[in-house]
């Protein structure tokens, strides 16, 4: 059965741990990514996203008519450039910051353009591949991943950089076309 945002948000309404539950695994992934995108660290990215679920959690009532995954990464993308602003004010005062969510996503497009983010993955180098999915698909600690694999946590952290620029293109595009 497939969860709709609608359903989420009637969750949040009637059971806030079990709605963020849903939330969380439908969005907490895909809104890191999209954070990258801003402050290319996947840990600042990390607890970005983890800010806007806690004021997610906070917030009191939901409107199920609401475009929860426009307000998700309009969310995200608000506390990246309030971190960049704060942290990086001279980066930021050359940066738009317009947010345009009326024409989000078509969810058929959106489900094609992982497929073909899934598909660059599997096309990584061996080694890089198996960091980029311990790190982000099943969110191992850097050292955990450097026990696994028997590498250095140096090495972990060079291959994940090195699967995020090769997937660049491909983010930015997916990225891009979620606003």
Request: include cysteine; aromatic fraction near 12%.
């Amino acid at each position: 059965m497939k969860i709709t945002d609608n359903h989420i948000l009637y969750t949040l309404d009637n059971d806030k741990s079990k709605g963020l539950k849903l939330l969380f695994e439908r969005y907490y992934k895909p809104l890191c990514v999209f954070a990258i995108k801003y402050v290319y660290d996947l840990n600042l990215s990390e607890d970005i996203v983890q800010e806007v679920f806690i004021k997610v959690w906070e917030k009191q009532k939901f409107h199920t008519q609401m475009n929860l995954s426009a307000y998700l990464f309009a969310s995200v993308k608000n506390a990246c450039i309030d971190y960049l602003r704060k942290e990086h004010p001279l980066y930021v005062d050359s940066f738009d910051d317009k947010i345009v969510i009326e024409n989000y996503y078509d969810e058929e497009e959106i489900l094609e353009r992982n497929r073909r983010l899934m598909d660059k993955v599997e096309n990584l180098p061996q080694k890089t591949r198996e960091v980029f999915k311990a790190v982000v698909f099943y969110n191992l600690k850097y050292k955990e991943v450097a026990e696994e694999l028997n590498i250095s946590v140096n090495t972990v952290k060079s291959n994940l950089a090195r699967a995020y620029r090769l997937l660049r293109e491909v983010l930015d595009i997916l990225v891009s076309y979620l606003l």
